[in-house]
């Protein structure tokens, strides 16, 4: 069944992205390389600066955090280098408790639960997935280098599943897309459906291959034991 292809497709590529991790990780102490840290937004780094230079306790405070989420706003909604910013500032000012819980819930990515999977009126979609989109789609808007780390991380294994691919349709159903956004998750279905397409033709022509291979060989049999039971006669 399609959904226990799916399941071992999944096992299989997060096995992958384990031992690809492990590689990486040992390559780059090997070669004494540090991994790139993203670069931060100046404009988020000299308000949060300000912020908490106007506060008798160097801290930053509600209202402040606010700001902050408010100037990241600003634009097309808020990119992968304005989020890495916020968790920076995040880590290395001291925020009121408050504070901290209201930009923390914006900043941070939560897991919707432990399985791999999310029922959803009957259909299973990928947890992993619908977590980053409900994450980027805090600003209201999935934009198009929202879109491309969506599909990096259904990309991150072997290949693209099933239930994957719904996923990606149901994120574009559910949520307000930018037309760049559209546009790609779009194209890379496509090119998926003819990926998938193509592999569904080949597997059938080696099915019917193999089927008509099977109907001589029984042919021949039939015919060979119709020869013993006349020549028994």
Request: aromatic content about 6%; overall charge positive.
């Amino acid at each position: 069944p399609s959904c226990e292809l799916d399941f071992w497709k999944e096992r299989r590529r997060r096995a992958l992205m384990s031992t690809t991790g492990t590689k990486r990780k040992a390559e780059s102490q090997a070669s004494g390389g540090e991994p790139k840290k993203p670069k931060m937004k100046k404009k988020l780094l000299d308000l949060a600066k300000s912020l908490v230079e106007g506060d008798d306790k160097k801290r930053i405070l509600v209202k402040g955090a606010k700001e902050l989420w408010q100037s990241a706003l600003d634009g097309h909604g808020v990119t992968p280098q304005e989020f890495a910013t916020l968790r920076h500032i995040l880590d290395v000012y001291k925020f009121t408790k408050a504070a901290r819980i209201y930009l923390d819930s914006l900043v941070t990515k939560h897991r919707s639960g432990t399985s791999m999977y999310q029922q959803i009126d009957g259909k299973r979609y990928d947890r992993s997935c619908l977590d980053l989109a409900a994450h980027l789609a805090k600003d209201e808007l999935i934009s198009k280098p929202d879109a491309e780390e969506l599909w990096k991380d259904v990309l991150d294994g072997p290949g693209v599943t099933q239930c994957e691919a719904d996923t990606i349709a149901f994120v574009m159903e559910k949520y307000k897309c930018s037309q760049g956004a559209k546009s790609y998750l779009k194209g890379k279905l496509k090119e998926w459906r003819g990926e998938s397409s193509g592999m569904d033709v080949k597997t059938s022509a080696s099915s019917t291959s193999a089927a008509a291979t099977a109907m001589a060989v029984d042919s021949a049999a039939t015919a060979t034991t119709g020869g013993w039971h006349h020549a028994a006669s």
